[in-house]
């Protein structure tokens, strides 16, 4: 059975998907919290679904934490945790209404990434990219970085949407961040805007704002969603998410 992935790269073994080294080391850091998930058998969205405990969220379905009766939802349960989904007030957008797959949109919302003391970004023309239970991910403009602001760092990985990402460390002041960033050289069909694009993790710099207020990381270390008080949750990163 073929499975989806995330960022991340594995190979099939032993008639089961079994995640690259750096996939598993943090897919493991999540999924040890929960009894009956298979270490060999993690990747970035979840445990097989042949394996997926009864009364755990399936990791191949999107999750409505809101009408437990929805397709895809198996019991309102993940690792033993009830999820609830929060009512966005005014002028807000709750992540379990964005799309899978993932939906690009720009933003004219003014950017600005910090790291080192020195600003290191800046930019209007940034795209955001939506995806159910994720908060969303900015892609600024190449052009928005500073000279010298960003350089290639080794690997890659793969995403099942956007296709082959590309690593950046991302430099400012006196300091590097490495593997901060990264870039699809050459985005799947439909995914065409984000090319020359850069994505950051807010948590691995001195800090990211959007339209003046400060980002909040997403949880986790292997997503790079962007919190602000635009947006509001569950979302997916935390532990015992990544089934949703």
């Known amino acids: ?15 089961r998907w079994c995640a690259s080294s750096e996939v598993l080391r943090e897919g493991a850091a999540q999924g040890s919290e929960g009894a009956g998930v298979p270490h060999g058998a993690l990747h970035p969205k979840g445990v097989l679904r042949e394996q997926v405990p009864a009364g ?115 430099v400012g002041g006196d300091r590097v961040a490495p593997r901060a960033a990264w870039t699809y050289p050459d985005p799947s069909p439909g995914f065409e805007a984000i090319r020359d694009h850069v994505a950051l993790y807010p948590g691995r710099v001195d800090g990211c704002t959007v339209a003046g207020e400060e980002v909040q990381p997403q949880e986790g270390d292997f997503y790079g969603g962007w919190i602000t008080s635009r947006v509001i949750g569950p979302f997916k990163g935390a532990p015992g998410s990544w089934g949703w």
């Open 1 to 15: 059975m073929e499975e989806r992935w995330g960022k991340g790269a594995g190979k099939r073994a032993a008639g």
């Open 56 to 170: 755990h969220l399936d990791c191949g379905a999107v999750a409505d934490p809101v009408h437990p009766g929805a397709a895809g939802y198996r019991g309102g349960a993940q690792h033993g945790v009830v999820t609830r989904r929060e009512q966005p007030g005014p002028g807000q957008e709750s992540v379990w209404d964005y799309p899978r797959p993932p939906r690009v949109e720009p933003t004219d919302d003014e950017v600005v990434v910090r790291l080192g003391g020195v600003e290191v970004a800046r930019t209007r023309r940034a795209l955001r990219v939506l995806e159910t239970s994720h908060p969303p991910g900015y892609y600024l403009p190449r052009d928005a970085f500073a000279p010298g602001a960003l350089r290639p760092a080794d690997g890659t990985s793969f995403c099942e949407y956007k296709g082959v990402a590309s690593y950046l460390d991302v």
